[in-house]
């Protein structure tokens, strides 16, 4: 049974090359699939708090915007509640969803509480749900994230799911510390296959083989040149 699709994305579905890719994973309209929005990366990182959850759930700018797409129907997921009722109430939830939309904040935190709900286990079982990462929401697939991502002070070390045999550096160029060559230093530490990402680009991911979806700029280090 293969794994979960995923549409691993920098700052969300951004452009209609990355709607298009998000569609066709879907294999029908936004307007037709059922969406669950997982906030729970938000509480581990300092920067976030109660406003930015909450726009993002609500599809507010500048925290939103896949929450506000014309879904058939959308709901909320918190992990860090599923712990404490019994998976015969929530797994169904997940199981009907066509989509997980899986916010950023921390990485580290937010593989916690996959593994902790259960989440983390289930995800194999789910070869038709669409899981679209924003930030740490697809970070959080990866082996590691590089120290300099780590904000919880929870977390053991850097390493998150490794359901994907890539990093990823998001927000290339949106903040003045996602720089090319914080990002080069960044891959120097991580020493494994890495991605740079702008909010305009994101990861297409299938059965194992990657894809890069961009309207913007990218690089895959240390292999190839910018884009």
């Not at 990823?168 to 120097?188: C, G, R, S, Y």
Request: glycine share 10%; proline share 8%.
């Amino acid at each position: 049974m293969g794994l979960v699709k995923l549409l691993l994305t920098s700052g969300g579905v951004t452009n209609p090359s990355i709607h298009e890719a998000l569609v066709d994973l879907l294999g029908k309209p936004v307007e037709e699939a059922t969406a669950l929005c997982i906030p729970t990366a938000q509480w581990g990182h300092p920067m976030c708090g109660p406003v930015s959850a909450r726009g993002f759930v609500a599809g507010l700018p500048p925290w939103g915007g896949m929450t506000s797409m014309p879904w058939n129907s959308l709901g909320l997921l918190e992990l860090t509640a599923l712990g404490t009722i019994d998976e015969e109430r929530w797994m169904p939830w997940i199981r009907a969803a066509d989509v997980l939309l899986v916010d950023g904040g921390e990485a580290t935190y937010l593989s916690h509480w996959m593994q902790e709900s259960g989440l983390a286990a289930l995800l194999p079982s789910l070869s038709d749900t669409v899981w679209v990462g924003v930030s740490a929401g697809s970070m959080v697939m990866t082996p590691r994230i590089g120290a300099d991502f780590v904000q919880w002070p929870g977390a053991p070390d850097d390493r998150t799911l490794g359901l994907v045999d890539f990093s990823i550096f998001p927000h290339l160029d949106v903040f003045p510390e996602n720089t090319m060559a914080d990002a080069e230093k960044w891959a120097a530490e991580i020493g494994g296959p890495a991605y740079v990402l702008d909010d305009q680009s994101a990861i297409r991911v299938v059965d194992g083989v990657a894809q890069v979806v961009s309207e913007g700029h990218w690089r895959r280090l240390p292999e190839e040149s910018p884009r």
